[in-house]
């Protein structure tokens, strides 16, 4: 057999294994199948590639380019992912268990895409959160925002998700303009080099952009600087031997951690059998437990269930994973395949003999099951194994010992209080379900456990044919969990993005927060352009051009034929003694949206032109009443401009409505697409 030479790329040039090199079995039968490692890679060049090559050209692009980018990835993966779904046989995974780390995967870029178009702005500074007004006139202002740091981003990833663990970090350290240097778990690492040499022949990425370790990382992280960042997947004990090095802790470097964790499932008092949610949460437990052999960090590892209900459970879901049949990863009736490693067996099977003195195995016998298609001496097979604790409120290591692989503990619970204090034992976990139909018990774990959980999941009858599963993390949300989980964050749309970025709070007048910012802040310098802005295409408006309209009187007439027309005969319009029984009214006012509808007539050009179509408004608010036989006028000013494809962008406008002695009386942002 011909074993694979599992290369790095580091500063430009794929190297080959060398010294320290280390074998890899396959995880069915055995045998080596690739070797990975060498010692002699120049660690600080490549950390001097990355923040001088690849940090520049990634920082030259606005958020935009590099979504476009992240996109163009995704797409180039994809077109070939029939490859690393093949190679990845070899990790003992499952065809399904493929789609969840490669396609999902896939589909976590184009999430982050998405949300690089649509949530942030064409620009290289990101403007975080509101205007902050610093003194009584507006000419000195606070705003915060954050920009790239100017470092790299070290990524230490975990055998179980080869393709998705890498993409699920890469994707919003792109975005947000910071290069990646990949360190995959050595076991697995075949497959994050394919992903890797795809991305790179895509001819996507910048230079210094992606770089890749396969083996050990030597003494690289003793090289970081405070623009540097560390992100790790993996164990506890080795994210405490890391994250505590001295260099570490001296240079406050960044680092984000997702640890192992006792995740926890708790069936609602509710849940009985025979109902959904009773159903549902068998389901969703013999999913955890099988999928990737139970190699998740996000597995359901301890079950809480109501004391006269854990028998029936263990009847019921003993019966589902006798379905489970274990084999060949690649034949189509195999659900689970084997453990990623040899090595990794022999620590599940240490780890579940201590859940053992705390708790009886009631399913699964490690030395007596059946394999189909493979060796279950050569492979690192292993039965799904249920324990069953009877003392939850004494034993220990059922809270804080973790079994990598296909192993799940049932205790039982007296009420939800005590559910609670169960499942807050394991001292931090990535995720936590409750399957119940009971929006109160929901709310009362919500209140007693959220501080100890990264993520809740809650399902039943109603969201169970649409929701994702106790086990996924999803891009949008945050990966992640306090204590022993690490007490880091991953993902979570814009949030991971800003995890490679530094928040900085910038003062100074509109003029120069306008021009940092390319957004116009009230107060700063107004444009005024050639004709009409509604006549102009979007490439030919300026951030700060102005339209101040001619003013209008609002009669009584129009007040009475808006109320009648429209309906609204409220009475601080109709009534003018009631109305001044109001704290907030002269007497008689205007309707609020018969300012905005007289205001909209007053600004706009009717002709057809670049504007498309009225999008909606943002941050309306009322600041004055407008009483019969007052004038009012308007300014429309360019506040922020955002190309959304090829054919249009949106333009954000500042609307001001003032009387006629220029007191604010409503505000707020008008949205429209205008053609290019």
């Not at 360190?183 to 040499?197: G, Q």
């Amino acid at each position: 057999m011909t074993i694979q030479q599992i290369n790095s790329f580091a500063a430009g040039e794929w190297i080959a294994p060398g010294a320290g090199a280390r074998n890899i079995a396959s995880a069915v039968t055995g045998d080596v199948i690739a070797s990975a490692g060498n010692n002699a890679l120049d660690v600080q060049g490549m950390l001097d590639y990355a923040r001088n090559v690849g940090g520049p050209a990634l920082r030259a692009l606005t958020f935009h380019d590099r979504a476009k980018m992240i996109k163009a990835l995704a797409l180039a993966i994809s077109k070939q992912k029939q490859a690393l779904y093949d190679l990845s046989f070899a990790t003992g995974a499952t065809q399904s268990d493929h789609m969840i780390d490669i396609d999902g995967g896939i589909g976590t870029m184009f999430v982050f895409a998405s949300k690089g178009r649509r949530e942030m702005p064409d620009a290289q500074i990101y403007l975080d959160g509101d205007l902050e007004q610093l003194s009584r006139h507006g000419t000195f202002m606070g705003q915060h925002i954050c920009t790239p740091l100017q470092g790299v981003a070290v990524h230490i990833n975990a055998f179980n998700f080869p393709v998705w663990g890498m993409l699920e970090k890469l994707a919003p350290t792109l975005l947000a303009g910071v290069p990646a240097i990949v360190k995959p778990a050595t076991n697995s690492c075949y497959v994050t080099e394919l992903a890797v040499k795809i991305m790179l022949d895509s001819g996507v990425l910048p230079a210094g952009a992606l770089q890749l370790v396969s083996g050990g990382i030597g003494d690289m992280l003793d090289h970081l600087t405070l623009q540097d960042v560390v992100s790790f997947t993996g164990s506890a004990q080795t994210a405490l031997a890391l994250r505590s090095a001295p260099h570490i802790l001296e240079n406050s470097i960044r680092f984000v951690a997702e640890q192992d964790s006792l995740n926890a499932s708790i069936l609602g008092p509710d849940a009985a059998p025979g109902t959904p949610e009773f159903d549902l949460f068998v389901k969703e437990v013999q999913r955890e437990m099988t999928t990737k052999a139970g190699q998740k960090c996000t597995a359901i590892r301890r079950m809480m269930v109501p004391e006269n209900h854990v028998d029936a459970v263990i009847k019921v879901l003993s019966a589902r994973l006798d379905k489970t049949q274990i084999g060949d990863p690649t034949l189509d009736t195999t659900r689970m395949g084997a453990l990623v490693s040899g090595g990794q067996k022999r620590d599940v099977l240490e780890k579940a003999a201590i859940l053992g003195q705390e708790a009886e195995r009631v399913y699964g016998d490690p030395e007596n099951f059946n394999v189909d298609g493979a060796d279950a001496n050569k492979g690192a097979f292993l039965p799904p194994m249920l324990f069953h604790c009877a003392n939850p409120d004494t034993a220990q290591r059922v809270h804080d010992t973790e079994a990598f692989g296909p192993v799940s503990t049932i205790m039982g619970y007296r009420d939800v209080d005590h559910a609670i204090e169960l499942v807050n034992k394991g001292q931090g976990s990535l995720v936590a379900s409750v399957i119940t139909h009971d929006p109160a018990v929901a709310r009362e774990v919500t209140i007693g456990a959220g501080a100890f959980h990264g993520r809740l999941y809650f399902n039943n009858r109603d969201s169970m044919k649409e929701s994702t599963g106790h086990g996924s993390p999803l891009p949008h949300m945050v990966h992640g969990g306090p204590g022993r989980a690490g007490g880091g964050e991953e993902m979570g749309g814009v949030r991971g993005v800003m995890h490679y970025m530094q928040r900085t709070a910038i003062q100074g007048s509109p003029d120069i927060l306008t021009a940092i910012g390319e957004q116009w802040v009230p107060g700063a310098a107004e444009i005024k352009g050639p004709s009409h802005p509604f006549t102009r295409k979007f490439g030919e408006l300026s951030i700060g051009e102005t339209l101040h309209t001619d003013p209008r009187i609002v009669t009584l007439e129009d007040i009475e034929t808006f109320a009648h027309f429209t309906g609204d005969t409220f009475y601080a319009h109709m009534d003018d003694a009631a109305a001044k029984r109001n704290p907030f009214f002269p007497g008689r006012v205007a309707h609020g949206y018969l300012l905005l509808s007289f205001a909209a007539g007053m600004f706009v050009e009717p002709n057809e032109g670049p504007v498309l179509a009225n999008t909606g408004l943002d941050n309306l608010r009322f600041m004055k009443p407008i009483e019969a036989g007052e004038s009012i006028k308007v300014r429309l000013t360019v506040k922020k401009k955002t190309p959304r494809n090829d054919e249009y962008g949106e333009v954000r406008w500042h609307v001001s409505l003032t009387d006629i002695e220029g007191e604010l009386a409503a505000e707020y942002e008008l949205l429209t697409m205008n053609s290019f």
